[in-house]
């Protein structure tokens, strides 16, 4: 079973996350965050195998929280979650140590398999960026 904590401000596309991620099968979400101050007691409490970050968060975004949790917690596998990709927040998403950086426009059952790849200790960029890079 994957273990997965879900940090995202909205309570609705958290209760969303929830019920899809758990709908594989294979995923269990350990915990919830609605901002990134919690994020850190949350993975400590919780040991997720993969952590789905919403990237603009009031108080404390995705970024400084990924920093914040690589700096405590090392081997923990972080994926950002974003409805908007720009150059300098996916500079931002790679260089804070996250593993991924998923549009929450990317296919929806395409979200399930990069969890899993993540967790196997993969990464998981969204082609978006590919083709960001490319323009």
Same mark, same amino acid.
């Given at each position: ?14 209760? =969303? ?13 350990? @915990? ?8 850190? +007691? ?5 040991? +997720? ?37 720009? +150059? ?11 593993? @991924? ?6 296919? =929806? ?27």
């Amino acid at each position: 079973m994957i273990t997965v904590l879900v940090v995202d401000d909205h309570s609705f596309v958290r209760a =969303a996350l929830v019920a899809f991620l758990e709908s594989a099968g294979d995923i269990l979400v350990v @915990g919830e965050c609605a901002d990134g101050t919690e994020v850190v +007691p949350a993975f400590r409490n919780t040991r +997720p195998d993969v952590v789905l970050m919403d990237v603009d968060m009031p108080r404390m975004n995705g970024v400084e929280a990924t920093r914040a949790l690589l700096a405590t917690e090392p081997h923990a596998r972080v994926v950002m979650l974003t409805g908007t990709i720009t +150059p300098v927040r996916m500079w931002q998403a790679r260089s804070s140590g996250a593993r @991924g950086y998923l549009l929450k426009g990317d296919d =929806a059952v395409e979200l399930i398999e990069r969890v899993r790849e993540v967790a196997a200790g993969g990464t998981a960029w969204s082609r978006a960026i590919a083709e960001l890079a490319s323009a």
